[in-house]
T-cell receptor, first 112, second 119 residues
């Protein structure tokens, strides 16, 4: 039972353009959401998060949007850079719970 | 070191053998997590320690898996009678989260993982 789904296994974007990575969740109890970035042979690195009381959070080139009614969140990267090429994981949790539930990841390739 | 370290980086073992995977968290981090990442999947929660105690071990798949953190710092994940299906990357993460703390204050810092291959 996949509670967090990233339906696009990969995405290819031209440098300078926008990258949009999508994530859907099924558990309505989730109230905290995160994006992690992972390079080969390294552990995931925290990128940005959003609480369910918000619908948008921005940090530099990265913006996360949350649509609670659709149980959908997305990560926008503008402008995309070759160094952004990595695997991006969406994760969700319950604020006072103990665990994060991760999606399967989306491989982003930014072409120069 | 500055980050979370895990040893060994790679472990190859035979079916039925016992293995131990070690995690050194960031100094001062009270919370420690173990995850397992199978090929093509995201990290899957195994266990969460708060200090020396396992606050949540609901992700451990069966009783062949056990983890300890005797002094509230280094943790060891132990797998008995390994099976081919145990092959995965085992990730450790730590954070400053205190007991009862919210996830939104709990940035988890991951180590590079141990790649376990069971032949």
């Amino acid at each position: 039972d996949q509670q967090v789904k990233q339906n696009s296994p990969s995405l290819s974007v031209q440098e300078g353009r926008i990258s949009i990575l999508n994530c859907d969740y099924t558990n309505s109890m989730f109230d905290y959401f995160l994006w992690y970035k992972k390079y080969p042979a390294e552990g995931p690195t925290f990128l940005i998060s959003i609480s369910s009381i918000k619908d948008k959070n921005e940090d530099g080139r990265f913006t996360v949007f949350l649509n609670k009614s659709a149980k959908h969140l997305s990560l926008h990267i503008v402008p995309s850079q070759p160094g952004d090429s990595a695997v991006y994981f969406c994760a969700a949790g319950i604020e006072y719970g103990n665990k994060l539930v991760f999606g399967a990841g989306t491989i982003l390739r930014v072409k120069s | 070191g500055a980050g979370v370290s895990q040893t060994p980086s790679n472990k190859v073992t035979e079916k039925g053998k016992y293995v131990e995977l070690r995690c050194d968290p960031i100094s001062g981090h009270t919370a420690l997590y173990w995850y397992r990442q199978s090929l093509g999947q995201g990290p899957e929660f195994l266990i969460y320690f708060q200090g020396t105690g396992a606050a949540d071990d609901s992700g451990l798949p069966n009783d062949r898996f056990f983890a300890v953190r005797p002094e509230g710092s280094v943790s060891t994940l132990k797998i008995q009678r390994t099976e081919r299906g145990d092959s995965a990357v085992y990730l450790c993460a730590s954070s400053i989260r205190t007991s009862g703390g919210a996830l939104s204050t709990d940035t988890q810092y991951f180590g590079p993982g141990t790649r376990l291959t069971v032949l």
